[in-house]
């Protein structure tokens, strides 16, 4: 006999569902035993355990610092940390001048390094530029120190400055300095420069040194800065794109120092002190979106180099006070109560739907809230692979709530099909009815669900974004069972002998449901049972349609009197 083509879309299904779970299985599998970077549990937030704890303390010079600017930095530093791949981390402050950064697990040394990064953003024109040599060589031939800088040398401009790149800058006294100031000594601080005065200063790896002219930008009048690949040459590059007023203020500096050669040619940034990058002015920049580009720019360079100038506007210093390893918030005992919570949701969902309601069919709930758990865990361990998600105790509430919604999209399916064989319709046709009529009902509200997972994920804060998300997921997910598993399986089982035929045990018996009709034209007696059969005489008596209940009353009528004339 020919396979009918529900039967035949029912397999595709099935087989297509298979084949994304052992795509999704195969990928996790790469992760964790060739890439070595995946894991076969979900990773777990820090609530649930324990991690690293950094306490910042803000360096002002003895000045207390307002609520504005703790807040501005605490922001700055949460989108340094989230840059990182960091997820599920508590940034908070502490007191006055203290901000406490609390992260998952262990932090490497990188994501340390960004946090502790924490410094002012100032763009200085270059005055001078030298590599990194504290000494020369003499008339002797010899490598000779550069002497201490004498203290009678004029260190005042002869002439006043017109501008950040005047050289007048430059006197005796500061060149003598800057040729012996030594880029590898712990007692030179230039983080803490006057904002109105040239800088001594090295770049990060300490081969070249700079004086610097007066800060003519700082860090906040950058909106943005991106890493991306010149289409013209196929050279990395990063762009910057200031705000208004930065923008008018690069426009006067790109002006002038366009203008200029040698080290005054170049603009610098300088981060915490040190000089990240001093590219030259290859033109006038009007629009607020010069680009670095050229030598030592990489894609790793270039990356490292946009989140240094994207998040790098704190409003102030900050030093590590201490950095601790923290053990778990809430811990694994609490974990164990959610689970266990779930579980016996879980098993009263099973035992209501088999024992109460829907007889074996309460097996195809069973299985598909079993393959729905199977496609939600890889989904965590995909995600804590690839976008260090991380599992906290408020996901882990999102997932036990999913359960409910899920039971409640079944109960609105299986009572569409057992309405249609309440009319009369075949097990196969009542399951196609059933489906057709249920999926607007179930797609209206898990749209619902989904929107509201959005909003919440979008406008609450970090302890609840892990409960939006999980509920947001598992409502994709318990979606796409109902579409490939579960009307998929239904429309098999209703071709077998036990649901077909509708068995008693099936959840499926159209007399057990009070079927009014046996045939398109035949209308079928409620049967006088009591229990529970007695709810579904009643259930088929309200499906009765006038001139049914005229027709059942004509009869009553008949038999009545049938009866009296043979008392007669």
Excluded at 68 to 80: D, T
Excluded at 479 to 492: G, R, S
């Amino acid at each position: 006999m020919a396979t009918s083509s529900p039967t035949r879309r029912a397999w595709r299904a099935l087989i297509g569902l298979l084949g994304l779970t052992l795509i999704l299985f195969g990928a996790n599998a790469a992760g964790v035993h060739v890439m070595k970077e995946g894991t076969w549990v979900p990773e777990l937030a820090l609530d649930l355990q324990g991690g690293t704890q950094i306490t910042l303390e803000a360096d002002t010079a003895g000045e207390t610092p307002t609520a504005e600017q703790m807040q501005q930095a605490v922001e700055i530093i949460r989108q340094r940390v989230d840059a990182a791949g960091v997820s599920e981390s508590q940034i908070t402050t502490q007191g006055s001048d203290n901000i406490v950064v609390a992260i998952p697990g262990n932090a490497d040394q990188e994501t340390r390094d960004r946090i502790q990064a924490s410094a002012q953003m100032q763009l200085r024109p270059v005055l001078y530029a030298a590599d990194s040599a504290t000494s020369f060589v003499g008339e002797d031939g010899e490598q000779t120190p550069y002497p201490t800088p004498d203290p009678t040398l004029n260190a005042e401009p002869t002439t006043e400055p017109t501008s950040g790149s005047d050289l007048a800058w430059v006197t005796e006294a500061l060149m003598a300095e800057m040729m012996a100031y030594d880029c590898t000594a712990e007692s030179n601080d230039p983080s803490h420069a006057p904002h109105d005065e040239p800088l001594i200063t090295c770049d990060e790896d300490g081969v070249a040194k700079y004086i610097l002219g007066p800060v003519e930008l700082d860090g906040s009048a950058i909106d943005d800065a991106q890493a991306g690949i010149n289409q013209q040459n196929g050279q990395w590059m990063v762009t910057i794109d200031f705000d208004n007023e930065g923008s008018d203020v690069f426009a006067e500096v790109s002006q002038r120092l366009y203008n200029l050669t040698g080290a005054q040619n170049q603009f610098a940034f300088v981060l915490d002190g040190n000089v990240i990058s001093a590219p030259g002015m290859d033109g006038v920049i009007t629009n607020g979106n010069p680009q670095i580009s050229g030598p030592g720019i990489d894609e790793e360079s270039s990356k490292v180099l946009a989140d240094q100038l994207r998040f790098g506007a704190l409003p102030m210093s900050f030093q590590v006070v201490t950095s601790d390893t923290i053990s778990a918030t809430l811990g694994s005992q609490q974990l164990m109560v959610g689970l266990t919570a779930g579980l016996i949701g879980l098993v009263l969902v099973a035992l209501w739907v088999l024992l109460v309601s829907y007889r074996a069919l309460g097996f195809v709930i069973i299985a598909s809230l079993a393959v729905m758990a199977v496609l939600t865990f890889i989904m965590l361990c995909l995600l804590s692979w690839r976008l260090d998600y991380r599992l906290s105790l408020a996901g882990v509430a999102g997932l036990i709530v999913t359960i409910g919604f899920t039971a409640d999209s079944f109960i609105v399916y299986f009572e569409r099909i057992r309405d249609e064989l309440r009319d009369g319709k075949t097990t196969t046709a009542a399951v196609e009815d059933g489906w057709s009529r249920a999926k607007r009902t179930i797609f209206s509200a898990k749209s619902i669900n989904i929107l509201a997972a959005v909003v919440l994920y979008v406008l609450a804060d970090a302890t609840v974004k892990g409960f939006a998300f999980t509920l947001g997921l598992t409502t994709l997910i318990d979606i796409l069972i109902f579409v490939v598993f579960t009307h998929p399986v239904m429309q098999l089982l209703v071709r077998t002998r036990f649901f077909g035929g509708g068995h008693p045990l099936s959840g499926l018996d159209p007399s057990e449901l009070g079927a009014v009709y046996e045939k398109r034209t035949r209308f079928r007696e409620p049967v006088a049972v009591a229990g529970r059969n007695q709810r579904s005489r009643r259930e088929a008596e309200r499906r009765q349609t006038i001139a049914e209940r005229k027709r059942a009353a004509e009869r009553a009528d008949d038999t009545t009197n049938t009866s009296r004339e043979g008392d007669a």
